[in-house]
């Protein structure tokens, strides 16, 4: 889930910045200190906006630079257990495939893909279901269903897992054809309910 959080903190100005807009300094340095972050509690800290910076400061001694508290907005991404999400396949391994959402990529384990066998075709870099024929390769479009997240400790690596094996996930296409064959059962069952109601 991607939120706006607004934010404190403290920032150092460095003294050969002196003269620049406050605001711009306070900028980069903001953007320096927490974009790319991994955080436990934040998530993937994506962009830093609307940095405002106080234009009184502080001098601490024997450190030439300047102390200046600071507001500012962070664009984060939280995935939160049990979340369905829309990603798109990256890459194809034979353990499973990963799947970009949002910032990351997660993996989507051959296990949770679906209910077949399912076999790796290297020189399609695709994997495909025994019975089923159905094929997912890089570039295609999926529906999965966060299982597991470890965000880890701050600047850590992060690790998320995903499903596709519950109704109404996986690959965009398998679901429009489960779909159709839904309406085409209500429809038939709807017509054999009309002849009943008739006889």
């Known amino acids: ?13 460095p003294p050969e910045t002196f003269g620049n807009p406050l605001d711009e300094v306070g900028h980069q340095q903001v953007k320096a200190k927490y974009e790319g972050v991994v955080d436990e509690v934040l998530g993937y800290v994506i962009a830093a906006t609307n940095v405002k910076v106080s234009p009184i400061g502080k001098i601490i001694p024997g450190d030439g ?5 600071v507001t500012f907005s962070l664009l984060t991404f939280y995935p939160e257990l049990q979340e369905v999400v829309e990603g798109e396949v990256v890459e194809i391994a034979d353990f499973g495939a990963f799947v970009r959402i949002g910032p990351v990529d997660a993996l989507l384990h051959v296990s949770q893909l679906m209910d077949d066998f399912i076999s790796y075709d ?16 890089a570039g295609d479009r999926v529906r999965v269903r966060i299982t597991a997240v470890s965000l880890g400790r701050v600047g850590g690596s992060a690790k998320i897992g995903v499903t596709a094996r519950q109704p109404f996930l996986g690959k965009l296409e398998w679901i429009e054809q489960d779909l159709q064959k839904l309406r085409e059962a209500s429809e038939k069952k709807k017509e054999k309910e009309g002849e009943k109601a008739k006889e």
């Open 1 to 13: 889930m991607f939120k706006l959080i607004t934010m404190e903190d403290t920032i150092r100005i």
């Open 65 to 69: 630079a300047t102390y200046h508290k």
């Open 122 to 137: 290297e020189k399609q870099g695709a994997l495909i279901g025994k019975e089923t024929q159905r094929r997912l390769a």
